[in-house]
């Protein structure tokens, strides 16, 4: 397995003196059209589906923190809490359809323009579209595991069993959140009732997802770096490359001098890297990239 460079990289002046980002696709797409293009999604090209994103101006961080690994293992009032909110939150997840960015993504790999496909999202959006060997950087909440043995399960299975111990539950939704966690009162949350693991029986049932102070599997990574280090071109979509988890890609492939294009609304904090930027809704950008190839 090859080493990874640990130097720090920094833009230089004509990097950072970028526009804002442009309402328009065209330079984006003359790199696409290329191909060897890697995309790199995040919870912005979900949000036209009804999931909200945790950073834009409406996302979820701004009124809620989202369950930590620590939190979840030290405690079984965290683990209560958690499953108590993502019990009724997954539901909204689970019959979420994908929109005009998931189709267009999975356009473009059908199409041959792309060489990769990485999501940070846990929503199983892409591959619903029609993508294909999609990398989920933090997991899929569709998957459980156990902390004990290691064994994982279909969510649906988990949620038939949870609704049959919980046959009184009942709570008002307020919010679900990206992680599919939904905001509930506390009262609601203290008379859930948990499950254990079906195969060794005491385990801890948890999603199959990368919590906030988790980290992303090795292996995993080292796949992502893989693709990044034989692409043409880095594709970042409705992310705001806050956490070092995907943006450690953006900059691994500035620095060794491969395009990044960036289509996100807002700022994100992959722009001092990006050759090209794009302030649009990702289904409107993404459809009329399609149309242009």
């Not at 796949?223 to 900059?251: E, K, P, Q």
Request: aromatic fraction near 6%; proline fraction near 5%.
């Amino acid at each position: 397995m090859r080493s990874r460079p640990t130097l720090e990289w920094a833009p230089g002046p004509e990097v950072l003196a970028l526009a804002p980002g442009a309402a328009d696709v065209g330079a984006v797409a003359e790199i696409v059209a290329g191909g060897g293009v890697v995309v790199l999604s995040g919870a912005g090209i979900s949000t036209e589906s009804g999931i909200p994103d945790y950073r834009g101006e409406t996302g979820s961080l701004r009124t809620h923190t989202p369950m930590t690994y620590g939190d979840f293992v030290a405690s079984e009032s965290g683990r209560q809490r958690y499953w108590a909110r993502s019990h009724l939150g997954w539901r909204t997840i689970a019959r979420a359809d994908p929109n005009d960015g998931h189709r267009a993504v999975a356009a473009l790999q059908a199409r041959g323009y792309l060489s990769g496909l990485i999501t940070q999202n846990v929503d199983g959006l892409h591959q619903a579209a029609g993508a294909k060997n999609v990398i989920e950087l933090h997991g899929n909440l569709d998957r459980v595991i156990c902390l004990q043995c290691g064994t994982t399960s279909a969510r649906e299975a988990l949620d038939r069993r949870l609704r049959a111990a919980n046959e009184t539950f009942e709570a008002e939704v307020t919010r679900i959140n990206p992680d599919g966690d939904a905001e509930l009162p506390a009262e609601a949350v203290s008379s859930f009732h948990l499950v254990d693991c079906t195969t060794c029986r005491t385990g801890v049932l948890k999603p199959d997802v990368v919590f906030f102070g988790e980290n992303v599997p090795k292996s995993r990574v080292e796949r992502c770096y893989d693709l990044i280090d034989d692409a043409n071109a880095v594709l970042v979509l409705g992310s705001s490359l806050t956490v070092m988890s995907g943006f450690r890609f953006v900059r691994h492939a500035a620095k060794s001098g491969t395009p990044v294009l960036i289509i996100n609304q807002g700022l994100t904090r992959g722009d001092p890297y990006a050759t090209h930027r794009v302030n649009l809704p990702l289904g409107q950008a993404l459809t009329d990239l399609t149309d242009r190839l």
